[in-house]
């Protein structure tokens, strides 16, 4: 199973970016995606997370600025990112729970993905 990230670089404050993330592999469902980021200094933290049946969890830094939507059928998870801060400045990673085809329910990890935002 592999995780392709997309999107990211750089923004204004202000602006916009969209991250995207597709599952591929021996995959017989997705259960949930989420959206991590990693700045220097600090942990890995949860941005968003959206599970098979839509339900959604945002962060408080991003609620309302971040929109999370799943879509089954590409196994691909999106997060628009509206009004960027900068401090929403750093690396950021899918994550999934999958089950796979040997029956497996596991977490894996995508490659990060930068994003900037200029002041």
């Known amino acids: 199973v592999q995780l392709q990230a997309s999107g990211g670089g750089v923004a204004q404050a202000g602006g916009s970016l969209r991250l995207t993330c597709a599952a591929s592999?021996?995959?017989?469902?997705?259960?949930?995606m989420a959206w991590y980021r990693q700045a220097p200094g600090i942990s890995r933290a949860l941005v968003a997370r959206v599970n098979k049946a839509g339900d959604t969890y945002y962060d408080d830094s991003v609620r309302g600025r971040f929109t999370i939507s799943f879509d089954n059928a590409k196994k691909s998870v999106t997060l628009q990112m509206n009004s960027l801060k900068p401090g929403d400045t750093a690396v950021y990673l899918c994550?999934?729970?999958?089950?796979?085809?040997?029956?497996?329910?596991?977490?894996?990890w995508g490659q990060g993905t930068q994003v900037t935002v200029s002041s």
């Open positions: 592999g021996m995959i017989l469902s997705v259960n949930d």
């Open positions: 994550n999934a729970e999958v089950l796979t085809a040997m029956q497996f329910v596991h977490t894996y």
